[in-house]
């Protein structure tokens, strides 16, 4: 049983009179339940935001404006903001740069998303979504930001979609503070996401670009750059790309004694590999089993003592769900994957999931 | 082991155990279809029903604000009901057994969803998902024959308290959310066994109370209060609604279960169930309704009982979907479809109640088992 420590009346507001009448009158809903039918953006409702334009940037690449909510808090150049979109009915949660100057007009913000093979959310949003359509936020996040106090010299080294939180830093101003080298990989001059603005910026003199097409020039070496940019190690280097370009990069100013020069940006912190089996951890107990792909995570748990809350045990009563905080699971009855990253917690059912890779259930 | 017919006339005498296999395979197909295919057409569609449901609340709610002026208190009336009859039986019902759960949206989910009900839904889903859907139809096993208030099966051992069950149906109807509370709660059963003073049972009675609390303020307390002089009226037309609510759901979950045609089986016939004997349980076990679009819609589309307990899970907007390739299946294997309009199965519902209220004639008495056990393969 939850205790509550009695308020004092006098310190119950009216604003909390009010909304414990207006709660009294729309029981078992709440009033933002109604409230939420007309006015999806006011203040005091969930973070939300309506999408108000889609703009094409290269065959693959999209930007997104959006008005978000009277919640918003805004955000500061090089963090990222979590969105949560229905994609065929179901809501997916993924992570985007904000590529919008703070501030900006009527309080929008904009992102950039580049279509990634097979991504569900990255391809809905570049090639379906439409003004109008409804998206969920939570506030800006992420230490991918410049310091109060911006360095001299800064390189920022960049590949695909690792432009957008770069962009952000730029389009506020960062090379009129700084002497900037930005060294960035695309496969082919069309694929430079924003390529037209950052060679008007280039040819200004605002910074000196290094344009990498992988297509024709192969991969960037973390050791070209000895030659591309000579006082790279001089530099406040801020780096955003895929997982084996930072791992190249933080390897080698580590190597240097140079990590703390060196800020960087993963956008997928964890790979999930599905497979048969794996690890499951209960967040709560701090039990951990190994599961194999054919045994239900209820089973799982219960045969490592963990309390676990079931139903029918045949995955029609729905008594046995709970959050998968990361990791993935599969459904016995069609096979169907489930997939969670940090943050995510996606609901599933216990009795007719098993683990396809490690998972973390939280209990 | 499997599904036990005590009836002379055994209807799955003809079914090989294989075959029930293949009718299990032919409807895991059918889910497997629905599963691939569902989407955002889905989503909308629950959404819709959500967003009329509030529009409609709200401005039923607004107009009985008026409710001394008579076409107010009955446009509102209706409006109120119909709004309630939506929230219990297309949203609530559903959405607590985990249909749309595949939205990932935490405000339309199985664990977080409240119903304009006075049942917590916790204790709901688990006697209704956990028990009835697992149990259908088993006599000492599924509550919901007869809801422990009932005779509605010949095996059920005769009383003569029994005596009196049209009239508790009656009351039942009328005041069904409360029965409901009651009998999720097993409010008989446990003062019964003397149980009402155990630690888990008063936390669910009090969270019970809290709900009914809640809901006897919202309807009989603050609306009418909000509607000033209106008082009376407003309280009359929300007793009224709530009342054409009860009567409702209750008449349409009566048809499920209760209809002739349906069979009911032995505690013994579950022992070992495979899938496919579990579904042909749920085929036999339930009963359809006829009707329009709307009357789906309004029941819920429990009005696809069979569908629904094929396929518990599944968004209920389908249920009409694949009622032709359920039905095509029933009649390849020679199995009896059960359905009927609505007021013939309510009908034959009640006249169950009341023929059973009396204790079995002679000649209605039926067969020992034995031959059927023999046709899928058990003897």
């Not at chain 2, 009998?183 to 009402?196: Q, V």
Request: charged share 20%.
């Amino acid at each position: 049983m939850t205790t509550t420590v009695p308020r004092s009346p006098a310190k119950v507001s009216f604003r909390d009179r009010l909304r414990r009448l207006a709660e009294t009158v729309t029981t078992p809903l709440l009033p933002e339940d109604y409230l939420d039918l007309v006015a999806p953006l006011r203040a005091g409702a969930a973070l939300r935001g309506r999408i108000v334009a889609v703009r094409p940037e290269t065959p693959d690449a999209a930007t997104v404006v959006i008005q978000p909510g009277r919640g918003w808090r805004g955000h500061v150049p090089g963090q990222y903001v979590r969105l949560g979109v229905d994609v065929d009915g179901v809501r997916q949660w993924r992570a985007y740069s904000v590529t919008s100057v703070p501030g900006g007009r009527d309080g929008r913000l904009a992102i950039t998303v580049k279509a990634i093979p097979d991504g569900k959310v990255s391809n809905h949003l570049v090639r379906r979504a439409r003004a109008g359509t409804i998206v969920q936020l939570d506030q800006a996040q992420g230490d991918f930001v410049l310091p109060e106090a911006t360095p001299e010299r800064v390189l920022l080294l960049t590949a695909g979609s690792g432009i957008t939180p770069v962009m952000a830093m730029l389009r506020a101003g960062l090379h009129t503070r700084a002497d900037v080298v930005l060294v960035h990989s695309a496969p082919t001059p069309d694929d430079v996401i924003f390529g037209a603005e950052l060679r008007a910026l280039a040819e200004r003199g605002a910074l000196r670009l290094v344009e990498r097409h992988t297509d024709t020039d192969g991969l960037l070496g973390v050791h070209e750059l000895d030659d591309l940019v000579p006082d790279h190690l001089d530099r406040e280097t801020w780096a955003c790309g895929p997982v084996g370009m930072l791992d190249a990069v933080e390897g080698y100013w580590a190597s240097r004694g140079l990590a703390d020069r060196l800020h960087t940006e993963r956008f997928r912190p964890t790979v999930i590999s599905p497979g048969e089996g794996g690890t499951v951890t209960f967040t709560g107990s701090a039990v951990t089993v190994e599961a194999d792909g054919a045994t239900p995570i209820l089973e799982a748990g219960e045969n490592a003592g963990v309390l676990m809350p079931s139903g029918c045990r045949m995955g029609i009563c729905f008594g046995c769900v709970l959050p998968l905080r990361q990791g993935a699971v599969r459904d016995l009855r069609n096979g169907d994957l489930t997939t969670a990253v940090p943050g995510d917690g996606v609901l599933i059912q216990t009795c007719v999931s098993a683990a396809a890779g490690t998972c973390d259930i939280e209990l | 082991m499997t599904v036990i017919q005590k009836k002379a006339v055994n209807p799955i005498a003809h079914l090989s155990a294989e075959d029930i296999e293949i009718i299990g395979k032919e409807l895991d197909a059918i889910r497997d279809r629905v599963i691939a295919d569902r989407g955002e057409r889905d989503a909308h569609y629950i959404r819709k029903v959500i967003k009329t449901h509030r529009t409609l609340e709200l401005s039923s709610r607004a107009v009985l604000l008026f409710s001394f002026f008579p076409p107010a208190w009955i446009v509102g009336t209706a409006g109120l009901a119909v709004a309630k009859i939506l929230d219990n039986m297309e949203i609530g019902h559903n959405v607590l057994h985990g249909q749309w759960d595949w939205m990932r949206d935490p405000k339309i989910h199985s664990t977080t969803w409240d119903w304009d009900h006075v049942s917590p839904p916790d204790q709901w889903q688990h006697s209704h998902n956990q028990l009835h859907h697992r149990y259908t139809n088993v006599v000492g096993k599924d509550n919901d024959l007869g809801y422990g208030i009932m005779r509605v099966d010949e095996d059920q051992p005769w009383h003569p308290v029994h005596l009196g069950q049209p009239l508790w149906n009656l009351i039942n109807a009328c005041f069904f959310q409360y029965g409901i509370a009651a009998y999720d709660l097993e409010l008989g059963h446990n003062l019964r066994e003397g149980r009402h003073k155990a630690p888990e049972f008063r936390a669910r009675a009090r969270a019970v109370g809290r709900k009914i609390r809640r809901q006897v303020l919202k309807d009989y307390i603050v609306h009418p209060l909000l509607s000033g002089p209106s008082f009376l009226s407003t309280l009359a037309a929300t007793f009224t609604a709530n009342l054409i609510r009860n009567v409702w759901s209750h008449s349409v979950i009566m048809c499920g279960h209760f209809p002739n045609g349906v069979e009911t089986f032995e505690k013994t016939s579950i022992e070992g169930e495979t899938r496919g004997e579990w579904y042909l349980r749920q085929m036999l076990g339930s009963a359809n309704i006829s009707g329009s679009k709307l009357m789906h819609i309004m029941t819920g589309n429990l009005s696809f009982q069979i569908e629904h307990h094929l396929f518990p899970d599944l968004p209920s907007n389908r249920y009409q979907e694949i009622a032709p390739q359920v039905r095509a299946l029933f009649d390849r294997y020679g199995l009896k479809y059960t359905t009927g309009p609505l007021p013939k199965q309510v009908a034959s519902a009640w006249w169950k109640v009341i023929r059973l209220s009396l204790p079995n004639r002679r000649t209605d008495r039926r067969q020992p088992v034995a031959p059927a056990l023999a046709s899928s393969g058990a003897a």
